[in-house]
């Protein structure tokens, strides 16, 4: 039978439920379990595909195209599993499905309603998705955690809370289970830990229909003895069942955190599942990278030149990928944000000080990533941190809207085509160098880019980035733009030393450029960070950190193999991957495993 883990938050929205329904999955797939993950968004849009990420953070794209919630990046990282669109259920999705079925007469003229229509296409959309395999055995999953996104109590998603109520009993009680995670305040001025916000939740949570199985109290520092049975003894739980999950140094720690307090032993009881216990190799990976990032010594400044720079979450999968590749390398990631429109010289006039602060930090950083985006704010203060990065011969990479400006730049201030620009800024520039695509429907928003995994052909051996690729003749990465490179335009660029090295596999879409003559300067038209792991760092995150590192031609030039002396030792004498990180690798590569701390596949290519 499936096993179903709902997972609701109480207090506030914002808690860390991603991260903790994440870690949740991740302790049970160290048992040996498939698991598969669902995130619920009450809001009535179909998808997260337009948002401003000042909304929800960023949007994820996944190999069907699907546009949702980052979250689901959070479940693909720690569970590595590909997810697909309807892993990301939404009120408008359920609605739409409703209201289409609805119109074709299949409730033979009933009046449709809130209950039962709604909570029960919702309860058969978490049944049917649950069965559908995630991992690449293609075997199907034992385990589905499911995250309730909002807060309880919120109006919209009341009819999800209703579903589950009546979910439980369908499913039986030994195949379903509820952790409700909510926060513990201490206020500065008595530095008390409170548990009415707490009590409060649950209360309204129990009133609802659902009884909390596990209480998982976001909190600033551990909890004490006494405010943990207080919390049993009003929460209608036993101590064991509330978990603490207190500020930690690294994510990587909180499976850990979870596993320490017997979440592992709890669920195998509660939820009838033979779980064996033996010590976990996927966990001693966790508390490997945990500490190894604890005790980095030497760090590396990435400037992210970017329009959303005042909420960190709207780059989510840019800032884990570069702290991926950070790991990878031994060294701390130093982010600097920079608002590109602070670049520019209107800022210059109207806040000087800004305008140099801005400077300041891109000057003095040792890399820089100019991310993707949508919309003509901030895309000069973009060019002039690519020209200077072009100039100064400072480590630079390109992700999507980053990469059509490289080319935008190179064809200012190299070819003198003054004015050329893209046709999403300028529809009457005489060097359109950035056209928009066929696929491209000016008149709907939703859904209408070029989305998803596509393939991208290498056509030259002698690219950076087909090396950090692992020599490979193609990569599969996923993709999220309406406009593209004017391949009309490809020869001028090349004549040059701007190389299109990278391009569809109709040869018609330009997916990667590298300079000549430069450290590391690289644009791809897809989005990498999508699909970066923890010990799978992505090739061109990996390159930016270790050309900003100084470490990019001795990498290259031992094979894309990191030596002994660039990771971080302990001093003890012993490895720092564990035999299983071994197991994946070709044989050639065994013997530099013991000292790069990494899995060898994700290295050479994916």
Same mark, same amino acid.
């Given at each position: 039978?499936?096993?179903?883990?709902?997972?609701?938050?109480?207090?506030?929205?914002?808690?860390?439920?991603?991260?903790?329904?994440?870690?949740? @999955?991740?302790?049970?797939?160290?048992?040996?379990?498939?698991?598969?993950?669902?995130?619920?968004?009450?809001?009535?849009?179909?998808?997260?595909?337009?948002?401003?990420?000042?909304?929800?953070?960023?949007?994820?794209?996944?190999?069907?195209?699907?546009?949702?919630?980052?979250?689901?990046?959070?479940?693909?990282?720690?569970?590595?599993?590909?997810?697909?669109?309807?892993?990301?259920?939404?009120?408008?999705?359920?609605?739409?499905?409703?209201?289409?079925?609805?119109?074709?007469?299949?409730?033979?003229?009933?009046?449709?309603?809130?209950?039962?229509?709604?909570?029960?296409?919702?309860?058969?959309?978490?049944?049917?998705?649950?069965?559908?395999?995630?991992?690449?055995?293609?075997?199907?999953?034992?385990?589905?955690?499911?995250?309730?996104?909002?807060?309880?109590?919120?109006?919209?998603?009341?009819?999800?809370?209703?579903?589950?109520?009546?979910?439980?009993?369908?499913?039986?009680?030994?195949?379903?289970?509820?952790?409700?995670?909510? &926060?513990?305040?201490?206020?500065?001025?008595?530095?008390?830990?409170?548990?009415?916000?707490?009590?409060?939740?649950? +209360?309204?949570? +129990?009133?609802?229909?659902?009884?909390?199985?596990?209480?998982?109290?976001?909190?600033?520092?551990?909890?004490?003895?006494?405010?943990?049975?207080?919390?049993?003894?009003?929460?209608?739980?036993?101590? /064991?069942?509330?978990?603490?999950?207190?500020?930690?140094?690294?994510?990587?720690?909180?499976?850990?955190?979870?596993?320490?307090?017997?979440?592992?032993?709890?669920?195998?009881?509660?939820?009838?599942?033979?779980?064996?216990?033996?010590?976990?190799?996927?966990?001693?990976?966790?508390?490997?990278?945990?500490?190894?990032?604890?005790?980095? &010594?030497?760090?590396?400044?990435?400037?992210?030149?970017?329009?959303?720079?005042?909420?960190?979450?709207?780059?989510?999968?840019?800032?884990?990928?570069?702290?991926?590749?950070?790991?990878?390398?031994?060294?701390?990631?130093?982010?600097?944000?920079?608002?590109?429109?602070?670049?520019?010289?209107?800022?210059?006039?109207?806040?000087?000080?800004?305008?140099?602060?801005?400077?300041?930090? &891109?000057?003095?950083?040792?890399?820089?990533?100019?991310?993707?985006?949508?919309?003509?704010?901030?895309?000069?203060?973009?060019?002039?941190?690519?020209?200077?990065?072009?100039?100064?011969?400072?480590?630079?990479?390109?992700?999507?809207? @980053?990469?059509?400006?490289?080319?935008?730049?190179?064809?200012?201030?190299?070819?003198?085509?003054?004015?050329?620009?893209?046709?999403?800024?300028?529809?009457?520039?005489?060097?359109?160098?950035?056209?928009?695509?066929?696929?491209?429907?000016?008149?709907?928003?939703?859904?209408?880019?070029?989305? @998803?995994? +596509?393939?991208?052909?290498?056509?030259?051996?002698?690219?950076?980035?087909?090396?950090?690729?692992?020599?490979?003749?193609?990569?599969?990465?996923?993709?999220?733009?309406?406009?593209?490179?004017?391949?009309?335009?490809?020869?001028?660029?090349?004549?040059?030393?701007?190389?299109?090295?990278?391009?569809?596999?109709?040869?018609?879409?330009?997916?990667?450029?590298?300079?000549?003559?430069?450290?590391?300067?690289?644009?791809?038209?897809?989005?990498? /960070?999508?699909?970066?792991?923890?010990?799978?760092?992505?090739?061109?995150?990996?390159?930016?950190?270790?050309?900003?590192?100084?470490?990019?031609?001795?990498?290259?030039?031992?094979?894309?193999?990191?030596?002994?002396?660039?990771?971080?030792?302990?001093?003890?004498?012993?490895?720092?991957?564990?035999?299983?990180?071994?197991?994946?690798?070709?044989?050639?590569?065994?013997?530099?495993?013991?000292?790069?701390?990494?899995?060898?596949?994700?290295?050479?290519?994916?």
């Amino acid at each position: 039978m499936m096993k179903y883990i709902l997972v609701t938050g109480g207090v506030i929205s914002g808690i860390g439920k991603g991260i903790i329904a994440s870690s949740v @999955g991740t302790i049970l797939k160290s048992c040996g379990l498939h698991v598969t993950a669902i995130k619920i968004d009450p809001y009535i849009n179909i998808d997260a595909g337009t948002f401003s990420p000042y909304e929800h953070g960023e949007v994820f794209v996944l190999d069907d195209g699907g546009e949702v919630d980052l979250d689901l990046g959070n479940y693909e990282r720690f569970l590595d599993i590909r997810l697909t669109k309807d892993n990301n259920l939404t009120t408008g999705k359920i609605y739409q499905s409703v209201i289409n079925k609805e119109r074709r007469g299949d409730y033979l003229g009933k009046t449709v309603q809130v209950v039962p229509h709604i909570t029960d296409a919702i309860q058969e959309w978490v049944v049917k998705q649950a069965r559908v395999p995630v991992d690449d055995d293609g075997v199907e999953p034992r385990v589905c955690v499911i995250e309730l996104g909002g807060t309880v109590g919120d109006i919209e998603s009341m009819p999800f809370i209703e579903a589950f109520r009546q979910f439980q009993f369908k499913v039986k009680r030994e195949n379903f289970c509820n952790i409700h995670v909510s &926060l513990i305040p201490q206020p500065n001025a008595t530095g008390e830990q409170k548990t009415k916000p707490t009590q409060n939740s649950v +209360r309204e949570l +129990r009133g609802l229909g659902l009884s909390p199985d596990l209480i998982m109290c976001r909190c600033t520092t551990a909890l004490e003895n006494s405010v943990k049975e207080k919390i049993s003894m009003f929460c209608h739980v036993e101590p /064991e069942q509330v978990i603490c999950v207190h500020d930690v140094s690294s994510i990587y720690r909180v499976p850990l955190l979870l596993e320490d307090q017997g979440v592992v032993s709890y669920l195998s009881r509660r939820l009838n599942m033979p779980i064996e216990t033996h010590p976990r190799k996927m966990l001693m990976k966790w508390k490997e990278m945990s500490d190894r990032s604890d005790r980095l &010594l030497e760090q590396c400044s990435i400037a992210l030149v970017g329009k959303y720079t005042k909420f960190s979450d709207s780059y989510a999968s840019v800032i884990k990928a570069l702290e991926h590749s950070a790991l990878a390398i031994s060294h701390k990631l130093e982010v600097k944000y920079i608002d590109s429109a602070s670049l520019e010289p209107s800022t210059l006039q109207e806040e000087p000080v800004k305008y140099h602060e801005a400077w300041q930090k &891109l000057c003095s950083a040792d890399g820089i990533l100019v991310p993707g985006g949508f919309g003509i704010r901030g895309t000069e203060g973009k060019m002039h941190a690519i020209n200077w990065a072009r100039k100064q011969k400072k480590p630079f990479l390109g992700v999507c809207l @980053g990469m059509q400006l490289a080319v935008c730049e190179f064809a200012r201030n190299v070819l003198g085509w003054k004015d050329a620009n893209s046709t999403e800024f300028d529809p009457e520039s005489k060097h359109p160098v950035v056209i928009d695509m066929p696929e491209h429907n000016p008149g709907q928003m939703g859904g209408t880019m070029r989305l @998803g995994k +596509r393939r991208t052909i290498f056509k030259t051996n002698s690219s950076v980035l087909r090396k950090l690729y692992g020599d490979a003749e193609h990569v599969d990465e996923r993709h999220r733009h309406r406009f593209e490179v004017n391949p009309d335009l490809k020869s001028h660029f090349e004549d040059k030393g701007f190389h299109f090295v990278g391009q569809d596999v109709e040869g018609e879409r330009m997916e990667v450029v590298e300079l000549d003559d430069h450290p590391y300067f690289v644009g791809v038209q897809y989005h990498p /960070e999508f699909t970066s792991r923890p010990i799978n760092p992505s090739p061109p995150y990996l390159g930016l950190l270790l050309a900003a590192a100084g470490k990019l031609q001795s990498y290259l030039q031992k094979g894309c193999r990191l030596s002994p002396r660039d990771t971080y030792s302990d001093g003890s004498g012993s490895s720092t991957p564990d035999s299983e990180m071994a197991e994946d690798c070709l044989p050639s590569q065994m013997n530099d495993l013991a000292s790069s701390g990494l899995d060898g596949s994700g290295l050479h290519g994916r």
